[in-house]
């Protein structure tokens, strides 16, 4: 007995194998009340778009816990210089709620699908005053995110790359009081179409700056009529095979110039006409010289 009640004495007595055991159970028991999100947001940390272009603002995300109806997506910006975001996007069960007092307004487009775990939105006609940070941030009851995705948008110039290759040789003589053909040709990854047109101007010798003296648009030719080359111009090229060649009748030496041909065939744009240097000569000079 004395044996007993000194035992209750001393309490329960835990054996030392299971100590480590029930203080695992006891920190479970105590965790069972918190819960970590298990929600990661990825966006780009830099994007590039050019201006007046649409820019899509990938987003996607990994969730532990099934996509419900209580999932939401929220989309702020902070602009340069600004010391703190402004919530422009809201999409939650279905329907997408973009802010009207934003620069952004009218312009922002849900382009996601929660399904995938993919939130991007997208900026219709992108500015320059568009540049700043933007956030994503993703909710997926239970899940919580912890860092919203951070994405740095750069707005640059738009640069119209031609897919229009203009051709024509550098130089060119001809005898004066001849017939002098400019040629021009060209390739295009376009149809030619209505839309397609040609343009001729001169820069003479000793002049600054070149003079259109010729249009060509739809079947109609608009030689001009205040260029030296009055009533002297004809359209000698064909838009079906690419060639957007003129003729100069009666050929003089005040013609004497650098020519430009330019061709336009939307949405292929020329960077660099071709350039011809026309040299005349007198008449029957370049024979004898040959």
């Known amino acids: 007995m004395a044996a007993a009640a000194a035992g209750g004495g001393a309490g329960w007595r835990v054996a030392p194998g299971r100590a480590p055991a029930l203080m695992l159970a006891a920190a479970a028991a105590a965790l069972g009340f918190l819960r970590i999100s298990a929600l990661d947001v990825k966006t780009p940390e830099e994007l590039f778009v050019e201006n007046g272009t ?4 990938p987003c996607t995300f990994s969730s532990s816990e099934v996509i419900s109806s209580l999932a939401s997506i929220s989309w702020s910006f902070q602009p340069e210089g600004a010391t703190t975001p402004i919530s422009f996007f809201y999409y939650s069960q279905g329907n997408a709620f973009p802010t009207k007092d934003t620069p952004l307004k009218n312009r922002i487009s849900w382009t996601g699908d929660l399904n995938k775990k993919d939130a991007s939105v997208s900026i219709a006609n992108v500015q320059f005053r568009d540049n700043g940070t933007y ?3 993703v909710k997926n ?15 640059v110039q738009r640069v119209i ?13 001809v005898e004066n009081g001849t017939e ?7 390739s ?16 003479p010798e000793g002049a600054t700056t070149p003079i ?14 205040e260029a030296p080359f009055k009533n002297r111009i004809s359209w000698a090229g064909d838009l079906n095979k690419k060639d957007a060649s003129v003729t100069i009748a009666n050929v003089q030496f005040r013609d004497n110039g650098t020519y430009f041909c330019d061709v336009k065939n939307p949405p292929d744009i020329v960077v660099k006409p071709g350039e011809i240097r026309l040299r005349v000569v007198q008449r029957d000079a370049w024979f004898h010289a040959v």
């Open 54 to 57: 649409e820019a899509r603002l």
């Open 141 to 155: 009851p239970p899940d919580i995110v912890v860092k919203p995705g951070e994405m740095r948008l750069r707005v």
């Open 135 to 137: 956030f994503c941030d």
């Open 188 to 203: 295009s990854s376009e149809v030619i179409s209505c839309a397609t047109s040609v343009s001729w101007s001169v820069q």
């Open 212 to 225: 259109s003296f010729f249009y060509y648009s739809q079947g109609n030719a608009f030689p001009g009529k």
């Open 161 to 173: 790359v031609s897919a229009v290759d203009v051709k024509t040789p550098e130089e060119l003589f």
């Open 180 to 186: 002098a053909r400019l040629p021009c040709t060209f």
